[in-house]
């Protein structure tokens, strides 16, 4: 769908006010009703052609002495919107073999489903017989013989490259050369060697080149690594029966790390050819570390010297080796996703190092909140007037119960910068090391015993966005019969969690990233591995030495990983705060599948543990940078002041902001019981108090709250103010009082934490079509409770961020809504009503 940039919402549409689903069930199978005769013989004259197309694939490839398949390729389709059985479409007996199935979308916007089926020599008949059966038999019942199969297929054809790549189509093979995994059907008849050897046969025969290394082995599947066009992976589809699927390389880490430097050095200059970076970039991404070896040449042209910098009174070199690896994810990713494509690498920024972890003996305790500023304060002279993003993977001991520290207040009081532009932090949760027999027992209880490890300091900052891990990754054919610890999409065994803080503590990590995996290795000493396959590509310290490549995992990889994706986002939307930045980040993240089976939730006590666990999941990028037709986002940047001193001397709350959003509201009306989601995220930067004398309080320690609401249903303006002035005195009150939990995904009681707070309704789309009212109100801190430091008069920045999507495709709410701003920005809204 087209994309667009984020909603940023006028002044207009805010005012202050004083203080006074349904799902279909299971049933028959969606498919058309046919005319049998019609259908049949249609189907039979396809079949046929597909034959002769076959025929004359074998004879032109003998005709140039190259290897021909014996069996046929192919593609069936379904009508669109209606289902194909493809269960139906394969018999094992016979050799005939479903290889993938894919679901597109037609010109018309309509999905309609392919599947590739392999059918050997002579077993064709198979499918003629039941085309026979269905055209000219009935069943006992009076229907159609495979009457279901046949009406769900509306066309079959000889199957092309195109059948067999499930990757996404725009990275579909060109005539420029490039690695691609082609992965091949096995089976329990022959040996893996044998099915492997005529394989690699039939590529030495087409001079297609491969990684030897590289081959990795599943049930009924084997994947090679090979480098070809798409006229070369033609032939190989014209001239192998073995293949099943063509996909985009995801390269691991092990094959990379076998080769000779020299080979390695291949991959450096073509990723370094693809390079294109953006010097006048208005965004930086500042890794705080161990320092960086800035001349690899993967970094050279983007780390130079005059941004290398030190706070630990030694040079800014990395003799460690984590700073360079840090700053290779940060402007790379996983260098393996750089590799398996020939597409350029945009770098939008700039990316500084300082050290703040000396290499010949550890910073005292104390002096890591004071160096932590010191680094802050290099980099604004390093990059004056441009935003800045602060990357930490350091952490240091557990916190306690995740009370405030030095480190932690310290960083609270960098990003909060005096109330002026804020500055966004990410740091790591910290990791759970399995080095000891303690650490062994937890793994053995993962993914619950994670929950035994707390999040380490300074990643309880308020303020900051604390990062936790996640894995998706494999590992190859070496490791098969090795059991990984953490399923795909699952918690990482090295990530650590919240869940021992106390129940009104913050809700940490925020976010998850991929920071890799273990395998079990049935080794009384060592039970538990972190191979290379199972951790991310980057660039090495010791590339003059060693090799150009190193690995990286746990919650630095993820941190690293965060950081980027947060460059991207202050690079697209250089008019957008911090706040709203680490707000973007929180309010795009979703759990995993696998991330909800582990933490499954029935009651708000187990929502409570799935966050302490996941944080809100994995951010997403698409929708963190873009709104859609059918998905958008609105932003408003607005500055509160939550108390005034009265009179008589004592402070009160002064005000709440009324949002009345410009909704699509006609076009949700029209979308009716369609289930459609709305998510809210409120992303603001305390204070934090001086000293410690409250740091063991939450209502002390921060400088004041926010909170958020929207209205209910049919809940008008009067009414949805009179009852946010209630909710006011609740808090104030430290009563939790009556609230609409019920509705809300995650809940007040869970959500109303810390300094970022995230919710989802979903709801019809008619019910959601009048909520478009939404308060910011403030609650109690130490602005108005200690009167004496004179902060009840100052104004607290905030990030309000509202999104709506719906499945639906083919609507354009963006446009409406973007009509209705217009309007609203040519009409003057008083400022301030006050309410009785």
Same mark, same amino acid.
């Given at each position: 769908?087209?994309?667009?940039?984020?909603?940023?919402?006028?002044?207009?549409?805010?005012?202050?006010?004083?203080?006074?689903?349904?799902?279909?069930?299971?049933?028959?199978?969606?498919?058309?009703?046919?005319?049998?005769?019609?259908?049949?013989?249609?189907?039979?004259?396809?079949?046929?052609?597909?034959?002769?197309?076959?025929?004359?694939?074998?004879?032109?490839?003998?005709?140039?002495?190259?290897? $021909?398949?014996?069996?046929?390729?192919?593609? *069936?389709?379904?009508?669109?919107?209606?289902?194909?059985?493809?269960?139906?479409?394969?018999?094992?007996?016979?050799?005939?073999?479903?290889?993938?199935?894919?679901?597109?979308?037609?010109?018309?916007?309509?999905?309609?489903?392919?599947?590739?089926?392999?059918?050997?020599?002579?077993?064709?008949?198979?499918?003629?017989?039941?085309?026979?059966?269905?055209?000219?038999?009935?069943?006992?019942?009076?229907?159609?013989?495979?009457?279901?199969?046949?009406?769900?297929?509306?066309?079959?054809?000889?199957?092309?490259?195109?059948?067999?790549?499930?990757?996404?189509?725009?990275?579909?093979?060109?005539?420029?050369?490039?690695?691609? =995994?082609? @992965?091949?059907?096995?089976?329990?008849?022959?040996?893996?060697?044998?099915?492997?050897?005529?394989?690699?046969?039939?590529?030495?025969?087409?001079?297609?080149?491969?990684?030897?290394?590289?081959?990795?082995?599943?049930?009924?599947?084997?994947?090679?690594?090979?480098?070809?066009?798409?006229?070369?992976?033609?032939?190989?589809?014209?001239?192998?029966?073995?293949?099943?699927?063509?996909?985009?390389?995801?390269?691991?880490?092990?094959?990379?790390?076998? =080769?000779?430097? !020299?080979?390695?050095?291949? @991959?450096?200059?073509?990723?370094?050819?693809?390079?294109?970076?953006?010097?006048?970039?208005?965004?930086?991404?500042?890794?705080?570390?161990?320092?960086?070896?800035?001349?690899?040449?993967?970094?050279?042209?983007?780390?130079?010297?005059?941004?290398?910098?030190?706070?630990?009174?030694?040079?800014?070199?990395?003799?460690?080796?984590?700073?360079?690896?840090?700053?290779?994810?940060?402007?790379?990713?996983?260098?393996?996703?750089?590799?398996?494509?020939?597409?350029?690498?945009?770098?939008?920024?700039?990316?500084?190092?300082?050290?703040?972890?000396?290499?010949?003996?550890?910073?005292?305790?104390?002096?890591?909140?004071?160096?932590?500023?010191?680094?802050?304060?290099?980099?604004?002279?390093? *990059?004056?007037?441009?935003?800045?993003?602060?990357?930490? &993977?350091?952490?240091?001991?557990?916190?306690?119960?995740?009370?405030?520290?030095?480190?932690?207040?310290?960083?609270?009081?960098?990003?909060?910068?005096?109330?002026?532009?804020?500055?966004?932090?990410?740091?790591?949760?910290?990791?759970?090391?399995?080095?000891?027999?303690?650490?062994?027992?937890?793994?053995?209880?993962?993914?619950?015993?994670?929950?035994?490890?707390?999040?380490?300091?300074?990643?309880?900052?308020?303020?900051?966005?604390?990062? /936790?891990?996640?894995?998706?990754?494999?590992?190859?054919?070496?490791?098969?019969?090795?059991?990984?610890? &953490?399923?795909?999409?699952?918690?990482?065994?090295?990530?650590?969690?919240?869940?021992?803080?106390?129940?009104?503590?913050?809700?940490?990590?925020?976010?998850? *990233?991929?920071?890799?995996?273990?395998?079990?290795?049935?080794?009384?000493?060592?039970?538990?591995?972190?191979?290379?396959?199972?951790?991310?590509?980057?660039?090495?310290?010791?590339?003059?030495?060693? /090799?150009?490549?190193?690995?990286?995992?746990?919650?630095? &990889?993820?941190?690293?990983?965060?950081?980027?994706?947060?460059?991207?986002?202050?690079?697209?939307?250089?008019?957008?705060?911090?706040?709203?930045?680490?707000?973007?980040?929180?309010?795009?993240?979703?759990?995993?599948?696998?991330?909800?089976?582990?933490?499954?939730?029935?009651?708000?006590?187990?929502?409570?543990?799935?966050?302490?666990?996941?944080?809100?999941?994995?951010?997403?990028?698409?929708?963190?940078?873009?709104?859609?037709?059918?998905?958008?986002?609105?932003?408003?940047?607005?500055?509160?002041?939550?108390?005034?001193?009265?009179?008589?001397?004592?402070?009160?709350?002064?005000?709440?902001? *009324?949002?009345?959003?410009?909704?699509?509201?006609?076009?949700?009306?029209?979308?009716?019981?369609?289930?459609?989601?709305?998510?809210?995220?409120?992303?603001?930067?305390?204070?934090?108090?001086?000293?410690?004398? /409250? @740091?063991?309080?939450?209502?002390?320690?921060?400088?004041?709250?926010?909170?958020?609401?929207?209205?209910?249903?049919?809940?008008?303006?009067?009414?949805?103010?009179?009852?946010?002035?209630?909710?006011?005195?609740?808090?104030?009150?430290?009563?939790?009082?009556?609230?609409?939990? !019920?509705? @809300?995904?995650?809940?007040?009681?869970?959500?109303?934490?810390?300094?970022?707070?995230?919710?989802?309704?979903?709801?019809?789309?008619?019910?959601?079509?009048?909520?478009?009212?939404?308060?910011?109100?403030?609650?109690?801190?130490?602005?108005?409770?200690?009167?004496?430091?004179?902060?009840?008069?100052?104004?607290?920045?905030?990030?309000?961020?509202?999104?709506?999507?719906?499945?639906?495709?083919?609507?354009?709410?963006?446009?409406?809504?973007?009509?209705?701003? $217009?309007?609203?920005?040519?009409?003057?809204?008083?400022?301030?009503?006050?309410?009785?």
């Amino acid at each position: 769908m087209k994309q667009y940039e984020h909603i940023i919402l006028p002044e207009q549409v805010r005012t202050a006010i004083g203080y006074s689903p349904r799902k279909a069930g299971g049933g028959e199978p969606r498919i058309p009703i046919r005319n049998r005769v019609e259908h049949a013989a249609r189907l039979e004259r396809l079949f046929e052609n597909a034959r002769t197309q076959n025929e004359k694939i074998q004879e032109d490839m003998l005709a140039i002495s190259l290897p $021909a398949r014996t069996g046929t390729y192919l593609e *069936f389709a379904g009508a669109p919107e209606n289902e194909l059985l493809t269960k139906s479409l394969e018999d094992q007996k016979s050799g005939i073999r479903l290889l993938n199935i894919r679901t597109t979308l037609t010109a018309e916007n309509e999905e309609q489903t392919f599947a590739t089926v392999y059918v050997p020599h002579g077993e064709e008949r198979k499918f003629i017989s039941k085309l026979n059966q269905y055209a000219n038999e009935d069943t006992q019942f009076g229907k159609p013989k495979n009457d279901k199969l046949f009406r769900s297929i509306e066309s079959v054809n000889i199957a092309l490259l195109r059948s067999l790549w499930t990757d996404n189509i725009n990275e579909f093979p060109t005539k420029r050369a490039d690695w691609y =995994e082609i @992965w091949i059907r096995t089976n329990d008849l022959d040996t893996i060697e044998e099915q492997h050897k005529s394989f690699i046969d039939t590529l030495n025969a087409l001079h297609i080149q491969y990684k030897e290394n590289s081959i990795l082995t599943f049930p009924e599947r084997s994947v090679f690594l090979v480098y070809a066009d798409i006229e070369a992976l033609s032939l190989l589809l014209q001239s192998s029966d073995q293949m099943a699927e063509v996909r985009g390389v995801q390269i691991l880490a092990g094959f990379l790390f076998n =080769e000779y430097r !020299s080979e390695q050095q291949e @991959w450096v200059e073509d990723l370094h050819n693809r390079v294109k970076f953006n010097h006048n970039a208005d965004s930086v991404v500042c890794v705080l570390d161990t320092g960086v070896n800035n001349g690899h040449p993967l970094l050279s042209d983007i780390i130079n010297d005059a941004h290398c910098g030190s706070v630990v009174g030694e040079g800014s070199a990395d003799r460690v080796g984590h700073g360079t690896c840090m700053c290779g994810t940060t402007i790379y990713g996983d260098l393996r996703n750089c590799i398996a494509n020939n597409n350029p690498i945009i770098v939008d920024n700039h990316v500084a190092s300082i050290k703040l972890f000396p290499y010949k003996s550890p910073n005292r305790k104390d002096a890591w909140g004071y160096l932590t500023r010191q680094a802050v304060a290099v980099s604004d002279v390093m *990059f004056p007037r441009k935003s800045i993003c602060y990357c930490m &993977a350091i952490t240091a001991e557990d916190c306690e119960k995740g009370k405030p520290s030095s480190w932690s207040g310290s960083i609270d009081s960098i990003t909060y910068n005096e109330g002026n532009d804020g500055k966004l932090f990410i740091i790591s949760a910290g990791n759970i090391r399995h080095i000891n027999d303690q650490d062994k027992e937890i793994i053995e209880q993962y993914p619950y015993g994670n929950g035994l490890r707390p999040i380490q300091d300074p990643a309880q900052s308020w303020n900051c966005i604390t990062v /936790g891990a996640y894995t998706t990754l494999m590992a190859n054919n070496s490791y098969e019969f090795k059991e990984r610890v &953490a399923p795909s999409g699952g918690v990482s065994p090295f990530s650590r969690t919240s869940l021992l803080w106390e129940k009104s503590s913050l809700i940490k990590p925020e976010v998850m *990233f991929e920071g890799g995996n273990l395998i079990k290795t049935n080794d009384e000493r060592f039970p538990y591995s972190d191979i290379e396959d199972l951790q991310l590509l980057t660039t090495s310290s010791s590339y003059l030495m060693r /090799g150009y490549f190193d690995t990286i995992n746990a919650t630095s &990889a993820a941190t690293a990983l965060s950081s980027k994706f947060a460059g991207k986002l202050q690079s697209k939307y250089p008019e957008l705060w911090a706040e709203s930045l680490r707000g973007l980040m929180v309010h795009t993240a979703k759990w995993t599948q696998c991330m909800e089976e582990q933490f499954p939730v029935s009651n708000r006590k187990d929502m409570e543990r799935r966050l302490r666990f996941c944080g809100y999941g994995v951010p997403s990028e698409k929708r963190a940078l873009y709104s859609y037709g059918n998905g958008l986002t609105y932003i408003a940047q607005q500055a509160i002041q939550p108390f005034i001193k009265e009179r008589n001397g004592s402070v009160k709350i002064n005000e709440m902001h *009324f949002f009345e959003f410009p909704w699509p509201k006609e076009i949700l009306e029209q979308l009716g019981e369609i289930e459609v989601s709305m998510r809210i995220t409120l992303s603001y930067f305390i204070e934090p108090a001086p000293g410690e004398i /409250g @740091w063991k309080d939450k209502y002390k320690y921060a400088s004041c709250g926010l909170r958020f609401d929207v209205n209910n249903e049919n809940e008008d303006s009067r009414a949805f103010q009179l009852r946010i002035n209630k909710a006011i005195e609740a808090e104030e009150n430290e009563d939790r009082g009556k609230n609409d939990s !019920s509705r @809300w995904t995650i809940g007040v009681d869970n959500r109303n934490k810390g300094s970022i707070h995230s919710d989802e309704l979903r709801l019809t789309a008619a019910q959601l079509s009048t909520c478009n009212l939404i308060a910011v109100y403030p609650i109690g801190g130490w602005w108005k409770t200690r009167i004496n430091l004179k902060r009840y008069n100052k104004k607290i920045r905030y990030s309000l961020i509202v999104s709506l999507d719906t499945p639906i495709e083919n609507i354009d709410m963006y446009v409406d809504v973007q009509t209705k701003i $217009a309007a609203i920005v040519q009409t003057p809204i008083e400022v301030k009503v006050p309410i009785d």
